[in-house]
């Protein structure tokens, strides 16, 4: 075993202090003058975000369990981002801190239940200022009305995968079909029709897909019955070398799926016509469940492969729909001037270490797939491993506009990274706080600190701390805090830990 080294040079400034120098100097200016038309030249931008699919299941990422030709096209035509993490891996607290490019404690939005205040700064109001056309369809799912958008239609609250209504500001339309086809529906139909040709726009198109309970559309009922999709490793984890906090949550595939996770029931609000078809697909199923009646870790094995299959037969929807997407910016000639951006609010356990959903600071749910195309700004099929989050996609987005980037932001802006050209300073660990507990799945709150070889976890409410060398243990299966060989790393983290807090802000949080 190599000896453990933990690199803390400049981490402070990595962390961001060193931002406004290299701002200053912006690409999106360099931009400009090449193409010497401000107007024309600045990019277009398609933010396609999905709810809870982690970069495992994306073909270029590597997925061993499914394909992803569309969604891949954006990783081989553009680049692709293997070290991108969320600040605090939740629904709607990522949202916020996409928004406003500030952590969960700064936004205010902390929690699922908390309200997002709408009337603070966000990168769309900003790109609206600077005369962007701004529109958002699809999942918000921040309590609050959309505020910054020329023009929303949202789900209401986390919308249901059939024939979801859209709320707008003149009321609410109701649409019948699958989720995933509707929300890119709308999106090509401001496309085609809404915006104003010649102008910049933003379009934020986010799909409520592959989030809990996980209902296939009608495309995609039947895919993957002939397979069995590979098991991960850790399915039967007992969280021997973790905390009290693992051993408390309460997202087993084997013990916290319900019924209509599993589809033993049909869905409610299903048409007649899309209930026959979902019946047509889950009645054979469910009768050859009844009739074996698995128990013990055949049953376990049934449960995966039902979550995991619906899972993916989500994504299967969304892939084909980004397709969509692309195939208009490519026949209306947008492709080589937008920024196309495919990411998801964070990442997911897919069975790993037996679980579904998010909320830790552990690799699945912390990281986020990231694949950003721009034929006119990034060399095709590049990738990057610098520590990137989705606290820097609001000054990223202001950076390729050319819109002075608030002082008050607390991310960086990836323009660089995109052009090839990583800053000196750049950051050298990366924060992330979880605060929602208690909570439906029990998972303790926790704060931590990683960099690119080592996570130091604290569950605050338990006292708890938890060190993993990450290019020793990449599965995070054995805590090494307290083996005296890491003492002096788990020393020189936590003093880093408490310098991040403080350069956040977030220190001052007393919960
Ligand atoms: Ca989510």
């Not at 790109?127 to 910054?148: D, N």
């Not at 986020?368 to 990057?384: D, Q, S």
């Not at 005296?484 to 403080?502: G, S, V």
């Amino acid at each position: 075993m190599s000896t453990p080294r933990y690199d803390r040079r400049d981490l402070l400034q990595a962390a961001g202090l060193g931002a406004a120098t290299l701002l200053l100097p912006g690409c999106a200016g360099q931009l400009r003058r090449r193409n010497g038309s401000p107007e024309t030249a600045r990019p277009n931008i398609v933010f396609i975000m999905t709810d809870d699919h982690c970069a495992p299941a994306i073909g270029c990422y590597g997925s061993r369990v499914n394909r992803t030709p569309n969604i891949d096209r954006l990783g081989h035509e553009g680049m692709r981002f293997d070290s991108c993490f969320c600040t605090n891996a939740i629904c709607a607290p990522s949202r916020a801190v996409i928004l406003t490019g500030k952590h969960s404690h700064v936004n205010g939005l902390m929690t699922n239940s908390d309200q997002f205040d709408g009337a603070q700064q966000t990168f769309p109001k900003l790109l609206r200022q600077a005369g962007y056309q701004t529109t958002m369809i699809g999942k918000w799912h921040l309590k609050s009305a959309p505020t910054g958008f020329d023009h929303w239609e949202v789900l209401r609250g986390q919308g249901p995968y059939y024939n979801p209504a859209l709320l707008t500001n003149d009321g609410e339309s109701k649409y019948t079909g699958y989720t995933t086809d509707i929300i890119t529906d709308r999106a090509l139909a401001w496309l085609t029709s809404g915006r104003a040709p010649g102008r910049p726009f933003l379009l934020m198109c986010q799909h409520k897909a592959p989030h809990r309970n996980w209902q296939p559309g009608p495309k995609h009922l039947t895919l993957y019955d002939d397979v069995t999709i590979p098991e991960p490793a850790t399915l039967f984890d007992d969280w021997a070398g973790r905390g009290t906090a693992a051993r408390q949550q309460e997202m087993t595939i084997s013990g916290h799926l319900s019924d209509d996770d599993l589809k033993l029931t049909p869905p409610n609000g299903l048409t007649e016509d899309q209930l026959a078809l979902w019946n047509a697909a889950y009645e054979p199923r469910n009768e050859a469940f009844r009739r074996v009646q698995p128990t013990g870790p055949a049953l376990v094995r049934w449960k995966y492969q039902r979550y995991v299959k619906d899972y993916l037969r989500c994504v299967a929807s969304v892939d084909d729909n980004v397709g969509r997407l692309l195939a208009y910016l490519d026949e209306s000639g947008l492709a080589h001037n937008t920024v196309v951006v495919y990411t998801s609010d964070q990442g997911w356990f897919l069975g790993e270490h037996g679980w579904y959903d998010k909320r830790w600071m552990y690799e699945e749910s912390l990281r986020m797939p990231l694949l950003i195309r721009w034929p006119a700004g990034i060399t095709p099929g590049t990738v990057n491993r610098d520590l990137c989050q989705n606290l820097d996609f609001a000054e990223t987005f202001l950076d390729l506009a050319g819109v002075t980037i608030p002082d008050d932001m607390q991310g960086r802006s990836l323009v660089p990274l995109l052009k090839g050209r990583r800053p000196l300073n750049w950051r050298q660990a990366i924060y992330y706080q979880y605060f929602e507990h208690p909570a439906v799945h029990n998972v303790a709150r926790h704060y931590g600190i990683r960099t690119q070889r080592y996570k130091l976890i604290y569950f605050y409410q338990l006292d708890e701390w938890e060190l993993y060398d990450l290019k020793q243990d990449p599965d995070e299966l054995q805590s090494v805090y307290g083996d005296p060989a890491y003492a002096a790393i788990a020393q020189e983290l936590e003093t880093d830990l408490r310098r991040l807090r403080t350069y956040y802000g977030a220190s001052a949080v007393t919960d």
